[in-house]
């Protein structure tokens, strides 16, 4: 999806949301990170203060030694003082260096704290994002920002904006120095500033532009790749490689071109500030002959040449710097949309399990109370949906593929909040609950197990410490997987990911049901999970349904009446309305 259409759907998550994120990111969460950077390290912000003034004026002295030691010792043939103004020329341009090593670690060390605390805001924020924008957001474009465009950002203040103010005092002291040596040299290099200037600016405009396409072509190439790889077994069952490759080849051609277009800017702005300093020096030899200007020294030309050869030097670095900030600009604008996205309203946090629960003598209702739900404000996916789960019964929703079942499904869990109408658990609305309390309200099983990263047993528990490890256990002897489980290398300690292959398909829906009954859920809501089994599987996999449902009310997807748990009541769907409701038996 295009971050225009994304940024539009996302726009319509809830006026609410909506205003409190924006008026959260009206400062700009990358510039707030560094103000939180420098307000916690005090110390850190004064020294490299120090160290960038340091190393700018230090800079100045190596000159105008330069400048004693040829007029002076050299010119009248008194050595006696050479060795003391040869010793102060080999300190200065120590300490120069010593200045400069400083200022690098220090600015090494502020753009490592400065991405690490940018990504850390950035998955806060994350976390807080409106679940609505998970259906629609591109997983490789927000991964690019939380690692190319938090690089970018860090090299913004550091290579760019401190590096941009270390060159700037170095320009204004090299000036200074020029005039104290001669007006005439002055107004030389004022000659070539315009020149500069036009330059730079001219560089500026569209190196930026070429750094913003070839970000957003590299965003295109690396969301090819995931979905790519996601999808190889389709692409190789259909023997697709041939058209995953084109595309992926015009992408990586896009890509290239825009790079082809950063490259030149970068190749091109030096060679012609290296032209001009050239041309500057060669000036600056000419009006040192005989009777060019009046009072120049072969001392004052000397060090003029290396004031020179230093002005140019960071009007060099500021084409780069330039670079740096271009990039962290783009990548500023891009990690600050991430965050005026719509977030999470807040939660109840009055409203725990037991409270809801309370509300109808410990039992669970769960009712659709004229629902209205587009994930995009043209195509609305839901119109107007109304019916009720009755505490400890079972409904299962029928009808065709893409009808809005499972956004029913992502509705009754509060990851969705309708655009139109209610969700109500027990009269409360499913949205103002905490996640923290709704393991114990509702269980999901979905089509297709997800492993995380973790041991089995960490695949059940999901990091809940409300979840024992008896509770683990259990919940893997009331699936049946105890013993294959401990029969695992490690047992329920074995790492799942590596191990996936392992379980075949009926035993990964068995997980998915123990993950789903270890909270103790009052409601289960199951979507569609004998789909991809065989008719032995499916029993086995009914069969447990069947024991966990007991006591529970049940919400269900299936398009298949012989899958079906016991059902008391029967809702299809079609377009997004509720067709009919009666038993099995009705035909609807």
């Known amino acids: 999806m295009s971050e225009k259409k994304m940024h539009r759907a996302a726009a319509g998550c809830g006026q609410n949301s909506r205003r409190g994120a924006l008026?959260?990111?009206?400062?700009?969460?990358?510039?707030?990170?560094?103000?939180?950077?420098?307000?916690?390290?005090?110390?850190?912000?004064?020294?490299?203060?120090?160290?960038?003034?340091?190393?700018?004026c230090f800079g100045l002295i190596p000159p105008q030694l330069l400048?004693?030691?040829?007029?002076?010792?050299?010119?009248?043939?008194?050595?006696?003082?050479?060795?003391?103004?040869?010793?102060?020329?080999?300190?200065?341009?120590?300490?120069?260096?010593?200045a400069d090593f400083a200022k690098n670690v220090l600015l090494t060390t502020a753009g490592q704290r400065l991405v690490h605390r940018l990504r850390s805001a950035m998955w806060q924020k994350l976390s807080r994002v409106e679940s609505r924008w998970f259906s629609l957001g591109d997983a490789a474009s927000t991964t690019s920002r939380f690692l190319a465009d938090a690089d970018n950002v860090s090299s913004l203040f550091t290579d760019g904006l401190a590096g941009m103010a270390v060159d700037c005092l170095k320009i204004v002291g090299i000036l200074v120095s020029?005039?104290?040596?001669?007006?005439?040299?002055?107004?030389?290099?004022?000659?070539?500033?315009?020149?500069?200037?036009?330059?730079?600016?001219?560089?500026?405009?569209?190196?930026?532009a070429a750094q913003v396409k070839n970000l957003e072509q590299l965003g295109r190439v690396n969301s090819h790749i995931a979905e790519t790889i996601k999808t190889m077994p389709l692409v190789r069952g259909f023997a697709k490689e041939g058209f995953m490759e084109q595309g992926y080849a015009a992408r990586l051609r896009g890509n290239f071109e825009t790079l082809q277009a950063v490259n030149l800017y970068d190749a091109v702005?030096?060679?012609?500030?290296?032209?001009?300093?050239?041309?500057?020096?060669?000036?600056?030899?000419?009006?040192?002959?005989?009777?060019?200007?009046?009072?120049?020294?072969?001392?004052?030309?000397?060090?003029?040449?290396?004031?020179?050869?230093?002005?140019?030097?960071?009007?060099?670095?500021?084409?780069?710097?330039?670079?740096?900030?271009?990039?962290?600009?783009?990548?500023?604008?891009?990690?600050?949309?991430?965050?005026?996205?719509?977030?999470?309203?807040?939660c109840d946090p009055t409203l725990t399990a037991q409270a809801v629960l309370d509300k109808n003598g410990g039992a669970a209702s769960l009712s659709f109370a004229d629902v209205s739900f587009a994930y995009e404000a043209d195509e609305p996916v839901l119109h107007h949906v109304s019916f009720t789960v009755p505490?400890?019964?079972?409904?299962?929703?029928?009808?065709?593929t893409g009808v809005g079942k499972t956004t029913l499904f992502r509705l009754a869990m509060g990851l969705l909040a309708p655009d139109e109408g209610s969700v109500l658990l027990n009269g409360v609305p499913v949205r103002a609950i905490p996640n923290s309390e709704k393991r114990r309200l509702l269980g999901y099983v979905e089509q297709r197990f997800s492993f995380i990263e973790g041991t089995?047993?960490?695949?059940?528990?999901?990091?809940?410490?409300?979840?024992?490890?008896?509770?683990?256990?259990?919940?893997?002897?009331?699936?049946?997987?105890?013993?294959?489980?401990?029969?695992?290398?490690?047992?329920?300690?074995?790492?799942?990911?590596?191990?996936?292959?392992?379980?075949?398909?009926?035993?990964?829906?068995?997980?998915?049901?123990?993950?789903?009954?270890?909270?103790?859920?009052a409601v289960l809501l199951l979507d569609e999970v004998t789909a991809n089994l065989d008719s032995a599987t499916e029993a086995r996999v009914v069969g447990v349904l069947a024991k966990a449902g007991e006591g529970r009310t049940i919400l269900s997807i299936s398009h298949?009446?012989?899958?079906?748990?016991?059902?008391?009541?029967?809702?299809?769907?079609?377009?997004?309305?509720?067709?009919?409701?009666?038993?099995p038996q009705d035909e609807l």
């Open 23 to 56: 008026h959260r990111a009206r400062g700009g969460l990358t510039l707030c990170t560094f103000g939180a950077l420098l307000r916690a390290d005090p110390l850190l912000t004064a020294g490299l203060v120090l160290s960038i003034l340091a190393a700018a």
């Open 67 to 98: 400048r004693r030691i040829l007029d002076g010792p050299l010119t009248s043939g008194d050595l006696s003082p050479l060795g003391a103004l040869a010793a102060a020329y080999v300190l200065a341009l120590a300490a120069v260096g010593a």
């Open 178 to 208: 020029i005039a104290l040596f001669s007006p005439w040299l002055l107004a030389l290099a004022a000659a070539f500033l315009p020149a500069i200037w036009f330059v730079t600016r001219h560089f500026k405009r569209r190196s930026l």
């Open 269 to 346: 702005y030096p060679a012609i500030l290296t032209v001009l300093k050239s041309t500057a020096i060669c000036a600056v030899v000419l009006l040192a002959g005989p009777g060019a200007l009046p009072g120049l020294t072969i001392g004052t030309a000397a060090a003029a040449i290396e004031l020179f050869s230093n002005l140019f030097s960071p009007l060099e670095s500021l084409g780069m710097e330039l670079q740096s900030i271009q990039k962290g600009i783009s990548g500023i604008e891009r990690i600050d949309a991430f965050a005026a996205l719509p977030e999470e309203p807040p």
């Open 391 to 400: 505490a400890g019964q079972s409904v299962t929703l029928a009808g065709r």
């Open 456 to 521: 089995v047993a960490e695949q059940i528990s999901l990091g809940d410490a409300a979840v024992s490890r008896a509770d683990v256990q259990a919940a893997l002897r009331f699936v049946g997987l105890e013993d294959t489980v401990a029969a695992l290398p490690q047992g329920m300690d074995t790492p799942a990911a590596a191990n996936a292959a392992g379980f075949s398909q009926g035993q990964q829906q068995l997980l998915a049901i123990a993950r789903a009954i270890a909270g103790r859920p």
């Open 560 to 583: 298949r009446l012989t899958a079906m748990l016991r059902c008391d009541k029967l809702v299809r769907i079609e377009n997004g309305c509720v067709a009919g409701e009666g038993t």
